[in-house]
């Protein structure tokens, strides 16, 4: 279709007027666009993101391969050379199982629990999949100091969830057959003795997880506690020779966060009740299945018709150089990304965002000033919090260091091992020191937004800054619709059924009076049973999960109202213009709906209805606008459109 939009920032073209948009806002304006839109084979899904992900991907492989070229031992020669060792396949077919047969053969020699442990933590190192995570971050309790968080992990499925429910029978059945086909490729005969341990373990262990509801819960998943307490969850092993294979820093484990402490105990129990054979068929999975992307094209193939086509519906993988980019963006995503804002942001972008961001701001803080279910003592310390947002617009201030790195451009597997060993000391670097206010956790170059509750900060990446979300000299109203929302949404989080327990200082507190928050959990509760009773159409046989998106919900709700407000506040008191026909509110509206746009195969859809804190696109298009009113009165919404909400069951939290 063509690009329809003169100066209003809206694809008028694509306006289905045989859909109202009482009837559905989000096919009023995508419906057009997603049947004329073919969603790529390589592809689960595809709409306004990945379009923009797209022409970046492209971006950064011409930087990439100029990098190719660069100086031995620059930074831009580390670039390339990682890109060259994927790229080189004929490489990785001659070297065939070999990168993987001396940790097999670690494998085989395991001798004891303590073994497995101490095993498990090399993996850490390796890049290797494990029955623990391990990250850093500021203390929630302490937010001026780092601490290693533990979480529970050990898992081939998305979730624990597919172990056990009948609507995943399927894809369970798809995994086991994965799993039995990718043993062979390493040079085992007794692939289905294996495979059947494998699938057992991981399903006692996802008995053990706790459900993706209860992992968001800030107040339940914080127990930080000193390694005494920590090695008793886990009675009758020693978890000390997990870190100690690591080869922590000093004193970094001295304090942890165990995220869910039970899972220790059910770990700790796993590990002296199952035969220890069993858990040698699950290290040499982890092995296999975390290395296939760079073995031979067979490794990497079948695990994509695994991981790819079972689970998203995707019919072809990636071309390799996509997948290529991919490796060097989550490696050295911040030295491709200093070349990308150099080549591709322009910084008249950042002065009109730091306007809307000002507006937004405002506009919270007047909403705030004057809700009616809100007493004044937790007011106050709202606006406090307020007052101490930290917003970041396009790029860091300083540069990630990648001195330290190691790469060569003959030895793929090498490389990656050499990534996760550099990430690690420096995530483990950080305990003891002051915190980095200053460092990023998406790359420039990356597509999204989000907001760091301990930071209490808003990010907004270069490449987000385009149409359809925001260009710097078009129409108001489509970029406060738009790149307005999602700053309003990445300040509600702020404000979200998470977020609102931290204060302005990231610090994970109470600072609510007792009636204040009973009130708000009143309003969260509504807006959860809204939800929980939406059926996507590309899942008819399920409803999202109300509980499990509600923060993201939330921060929809927040950002769409406060971005209206925001917008009225930049007109200065003006009327909003007319044009194109259309007016303030309606471009304002039309916009949100527009940046929403995506197809999605049903399979996707169903994976991410499981998984995902993120409602479906059209429920954060149309569920959202349902509850603002200046949606009513823009179209004319009466009680004889399908939208409508009757105005006592709208929710207005913020």
């Known amino acids: 279709m063509t690009d329809v939009r003169a100066t209003t920032g809206i694809q008028t073209d694509e306006l289905d007027?045989?859909?109202?948009?009482?009837?559905?806002?989000?096919?009023?304006?995508?419906?057009?666009?997603?049947?004329?839109?073919?969603?790529?084979?390589?592809?689960?899904?595809?709409?306004?993101?990945t379009v923009l992900a797209e022409a970046a991907e492209v971006a950064v492989r011409d930087i990439i391969e100029r990098s190719q070229?660069?100086?031995?031992?620059?930074?831009?020669?580390?670039?390339?050379?990682?890109?060259?060792?994927?790229?080189?396949?004929?490489?990785?077919?001659?070297?065939?199982?070999?990168?993987?047969?001396?940790?097999?053969?670690e494998v085989a020699a395991v001798a004891s629990p303590a073994d497995v442990i101490s095993l498990v933590g090399r993996f850490e190192r390796l890049g290797l999949?494990?029955?623990?995570?391990?990250?850093?971050?500021?203390?929630?309790?302490?937010p001026e100091s780092y601490v290693v968080f533990l979480e529970q992990s050990g898992l081939g499925l998305p979730d624990e969830s597919y172990y056990r429910e009948d609507r995943f029978a399927d894809i369970r059945q798809k995994y086991r057959e994965?799993?039995?086909?990718?043993?062979?490729?390493?040079?085992?005969?007794?692939?289905?003795?294996?495979?059947?341990?494998?699938?057992?373990?991981?399903?006692?262990?996802?008995?053990?997880?706790?459900?993706?509801?209860?992992?968001?819960?800030?107040?339940?998943?914080?127990?930080?506690?000193?390694?005494?307490?920590?090695?008793?969850?886990?009675?009758?092993?020693?978890?000390?020779?997990?870190?100690?294979?690591?080869?922590?820093p000093a004193g970094a484990f001295e304090t942890v966060v165990v995220r869910e402490p039970s899972f220790l105990t059910g770990l700790a129990e796993l590990l002296?009740?199952?035969?220890?054979?069993?858990?040698?068929?699950?290290?040499?999975?982890?092995?296999?299945?975390?290395?296939?992307?760079?073995?031979?094209?067979?490794?990497?193939?079948?695990?994509?018709?695994?991981?790819?086509?079972?689970l998203t519906g995707a019919p072809k993988q990636r071309d390799r150089w996509k997948r290529g980019v991919s490796l060097v963006e989550g490696a050295m995503g911040e030295a491709v990304g200093r070349i990308y804002v150099q080549e591709h942001f322009d910084e008249t972008s950042k002065a009109t965002m730091d306007d809307l961001v000002a507006h937004l701001v405002e506009a919270y803080r007047q909403s705030i000033t004057d809700l009616d279910w809100m007493t004044d003592e937790t007011r106050a310390r709202a606006l406090e919090k307020l007052d101490k947002f930290t917003p970041k617009i396009g790029y860091p201030v300083q540069w990630r260091d990648y001195s330290a790195l190691s790469v060569t451009a003959d030895d793929l597997l090498g490389n990656v091992r050499a990534v996760a060993d550099f990430q690690v000391d420096r995530e483990l670097g950080k305990i003891g020191k002051p915190i980095d206010r200053d460092e990023w956790f998406m790359t420039p170059q990356t597509i999204n937004a989000y907001y760091n509750p301990g930071f209490n900060e808003i990010v907004f990446p270069a490449a987000i800054l385009q149409f359809p979300f925001f260009e710097a000299d078009r129409d108001a109203a489509a970029n406060y619709g738009a790149i307005g929302a999602v700053i309003g949404h990445e300040i509600g989080h702020g404000f979200d059924d998470q977020g609102s327990q931290y204060d302005g200082d990231g610090r994970l507190?109470?600072?609510?009076?007792?009636?204040?928050?009973?009130?708000?959990?009143?309003?969260?509760?509504?807006?959860?049973?809204?939800?929980?009773?939406?059926?996507?159409?590309?899942?008819?046989?399920?409803?999202?999960?109300?509980?499990?998106t509600i923060g993201e919900n939330i921060g929809d709700l927040g950002g769409l109202s406060i971005a209206w407000k925001a917008y009225l506040?930049?007109?200065?008191?003006?009327?909003?213009?007319?044009?194109?026909?259309?007016?303030?509110?309606?471009?304002?509206?039309?916009?949100?709906?527009?940046?929403?746009?995506?197809?999605?195969?049903?399979?996707?859809?169903?994976?991410?209805?499981?998984?995902?804190?993120?409602?479906?696109?059209?429920?954060?298009?149309?569920?959202?606008?349902?509850?603002?009113?200046?949606?009513?009165?823009?179209?004319?919404?009466?009680?004889?459109?399908?939208?409508?909400?009757?105005p006592a069951e709208r929710v207005a939290i913020w």
Request: proline share 6%.
């Open 569 to 646: 506040l930049s007109l200065d008191g003006q009327e909003p213009a007319v044009i194109d026909g259309l007016s303030g509110a309606e471009r304002f509206f039309l916009s949100w709906a527009q940046a929403w746009r995506m197809a999605i195969r049903p399979e996707e859809a169903e994976r991410l209805l499981t998984i995902d804190p993120h409602s479906p696109n059209e429920f954060r298009c149309n569920q959202v606008v349902q509850n603002i009113d200046v949606f009513y009165d823009t179209f004319g919404v009466t009680e004889q459109d399908a939208m409508y909400l009757d």
């Open 69 to 105: 070229q660069a100086d031995p031992g620059t930074e831009e020669r580390k670039v390339g050379d990682l890109y060259s060792s994927f790229m080189d396949e004929a490489a990785l077919e001659a070297l065939g199982t070999a990168p993987i047969e001396p940790l097999l053969a």
């Open 129 to 142: 999949p494990s029955f623990l995570q391990l990250f850093v971050d500021n203390d929630p309790g302490d």
């Open 272 to 310: 002296q009740s199952e035969d220890l054979q069993v858990w040698k068929d699950w290290l040499a999975w982890q092995v296999i299945r975390g290395s296939a992307p760079y073995l031979t094209k067979a490794f990497s193939a079948t695990s994509f018709s695994f991981y790819g086509t079972a």
């Open 509 to 548: 507190q109470n600072w609510w009076t007792e009636a204040d928050r009973t009130a708000f959990e009143e309003r969260t509760k509504a807006l959860i049973a809204q939800y929980d009773a939406l059926v996507p159409t590309e899942v008819p046989d399920g409803y999202v999960n109300g509980a499990l």
């Open 17 to 49: 007027e045989t859909v109202q948009p009482g009837t559905d806002l989000y096919r009023h304006v995508n419906g057009k666009w997603i049947d004329a839109t073919p969603i790529p084979d390589d592809k689960a899904r595809y709409g306004s993101f």
């Open 178 to 248: 994965f799993v039995a086909a990718m043993f062979p490729l390493a040079g085992f005969d007794d692939g289905a003795e294996r495979t059947e341990h494998v699938i057992a373990l991981e399903t006692a262990l996802a008995g053990k997880h706790w459900d993706n509801v209860a992992t968001r819960d800030s107040q339940k998943t914080y127990n930080k506690l000193p390694w005494s307490e920590v090695a008793a969850l886990a009675p009758g092993i020693d978890l000390q020779g997990w870190w100690q294979a690591i080869d922590a």
